[in-house]
T-cell receptor, first 111, second 113 residues
Framework: GENVEQHPSTLSVQEGDSAVIKCTYS??????FPWYKQELGKRPQLIID?????GEKKDQRIAVTLNKTAKHFSLHITETQPEDSAVYFC??????????FGAGTQVVVTP | DTGVSQDPRHKITKRGQNVTFRCDPI?????LYWYRQTLGQGPEFLTY????????KSRLLSDRFSAERPKGSFSTLEIQRTEQGDSAMYLC???????????FGPGTRLTVT
């Protein structure tokens, strides 16, 4: 089955700096890679996703890149703000949509 | 509210009791997923439905767990003879219309004492 590894487990950045979270996956059949943000006690919220036929996608301050050959994908957050503080999860799935999540990255943005 | 809803939001039960959770997906979403999340971990897949058909069950889902989606709309997840290790957040998500995007409900937090 699919195995997703996520690094780092914690990330502390100064407000205004960039944050990068990296994930690797094992199943070459995976073709969908979403990123979720989860605040304490809240539901995971989809913030950006990418399909395997695309190498990069950007939405305002967040971007995701995918390297299918190396089986890794990354989340980039620019100009970080205190409200970006949360746990971020990467995930991978095949066409059936069963998501395999990484272990999460706790992002702390300090003013 | 047209999002995914779950009921109850919190459940405290004694070991050995049975519990049942409900998930109402976004209207017309034909796929519904159940995940379990323990503290400090990412959600783990449990099972999913396409319409009323249960298409896959994780090895995590022991015989004490059963899920249904009788009319292809809401779904229930039942845990029989609960154990302390069942304590977790149970999340439901739905998707449809050929989209891959899964939208999560608020979850049901189960505490087994």
């Amino acid at each position: 089955g699919e195995n997703v590894e996520q690094h780092p487990s914690t990330l502390s950045v100064q407000e205004g700096d960039s944050a990068v979270i990296k994930c690797t996956y094992s199943d070459s059949a995976s073709n969908y890679f979403p990123w979720y943000k989860q605040e304490l006690g809240k539901r995971p919220q989809l913030i950006i996703d990418i399909r395997s036929n695309v190498g990069e996608k950007k939405d305002q301050r967040i971007a995701v890149t995918l390297n299918k050959t190396a089986k890794h994908f990354s989340l980039h957050i620019t100009e970080t703000q205190p409200e970006d503080s949360a746990v971020y999860f990467c995930a991978a799935s095949d066409s059936w949509g069963k998501l395999q999540f990484g272990a999460g990255t706790q992002v702390v943005v300090t003013p | 509210d047209t999002g995914v809803s779950q009921d109850p939001r919190h459940k405290i039960t004694k070991r050995g009791q049975n519990v049942t959770f409900r998930c109402d997906p976004i209207s017309e979403h034909n796929r519904l997923y159940w995940y379990r999340q323990t503290l400090g971990q990412g959600p783990e897949f449990l099972t999913y439905f396409q319409n009323e058909a249960q298409l896959e069950k994780s090895r995590l889902l022991s015989d004490r767990f059963s899920a249904e989606r009788p009319k292809g709309s809401f779904s229930t997840l039942e845990i029989q003879r609960t154990e302390q290790g069942d304590s977790a957040m149970y999340l439901c998500a739905s998707t449809g219309g050929g989209s891959y995007e899964q939208y999560f409900g608020p979850g049901t937090r189960l505490t087994v004492t």
